[in-house]
């Protein structure tokens, strides 16, 4: 079974430049999450979806940061204009099912962002 | 609001040692806590779920418990070995449904 796919692994860019990422969950996982990891704290939850239905957005800055789920496989995370505090690891994992059932979270490798 | 601790934030211990990690929640009404491995550059591993009604759980030389009431899980690792060494982390599920995590503990395992 593939795991979760995510793309690219690094990316660098100036301050007020946007940038996006891409996540594709494990095959028939309902449920996907985009998590901000910053240097030396736990995953923060962005952005939770079920299927293409937003759950979960209460921690997306949502002035900066954009999350879709089109056809509700595959997931872009958006940041425009990024700030220096943006820099990061973006984590996507994807679950079965999501809501008050209790699923495991399965991680891809995650994107490590840095902004100069 | 749920809050999660995990003592010590960093763990060195000689090899074959037995260890225990510790996560504790404000909230005891969760619907499961997930333990997982990070690798240094990597994503999140998956090590052990345990459900709100289940007490513990073991995989191979881990074993999880919860106590809900207490708002506890341990995460006990037996007869350690340097491939053990990477950060735990555990993330609780409670009335949002979306996982909060603590902030990890980094283990070390000496050989």
């Known amino acids: 079974e593939a795991g979760v796919a995510q793309s690219p692994r690094y990316k660098i860019i100036e301050k007020r430049q946007s940038v996006a990422f891409w996540c594709n969950p494990i095959?028939?996982?309902?449920?996907l999450y985009w998590y901000q990891q910053i240097l030396g704290q736990g995953p923060k939850l962005l952005i939770q979806?079920?299927?293409?239905?937003?759950?979960?957005d209460s921690q997306l800055p949502k002035d900066r940061f954009s999350a879709e789920r089109l056809k509700g496989v595959d997931s872009t995370l958006k940041i425009q204009p990024a700030k220096l505090e943006d820099s990061a690891v973006y984590l996507c994992?994807?679950?079965?099912?999501?809501?008050?059932?209790?699923?495991?979270?399965?991680f891809g490798p995650g994107t490590r962002l840095t902004v100069t | 609001k749920q809050e999660v601790t995990q003592i010590p934030a960093a763990l060195s211990v000689p090899e074959g040692e037995n260890l225990v990690l510790n996560c504790s929640f404000t909230?005891?009404?969760?619907?499961?806590l997930q333990w997982f491995r990070q690798d240094p550059g990597k994503g999140l591993t998956s090590l052990l779920l345990?459900?709100?009604?289940?007490r513990e759980q073991t995989s191979g030389r881990l074993n999880a418990s919860l106590d809900k009431s207490s708002g506890r899980s341990t995460l006990y690792i037996a007869a350690s070995q340097p491939g053990d060494s990477a950060t735990y982390l555990c993330?609780?599920?409670?009335?949002?449904?979306?996982?909060?995590f603590g902030t990890g503990t980094r283990l070390k395992v000496l050989a």
């Open positions: 994992a994807s679950s079965l099912m999501g809501g008050g059932t209790s699923y495991e979270q399965y």
């Open positions: 095959s028939g996982h309902a449920t």
């Open positions: 979806f079920q299927n293409n239905g937003v759950v979960d």
């Open positions: 909230d005891s009404a969760i619907y499961n």
């Open positions: 345990i459900q709100s009604s289940q």
């Open positions: 993330a609780v599920r409670s009335g949002t449904y979306k996982y909060i």
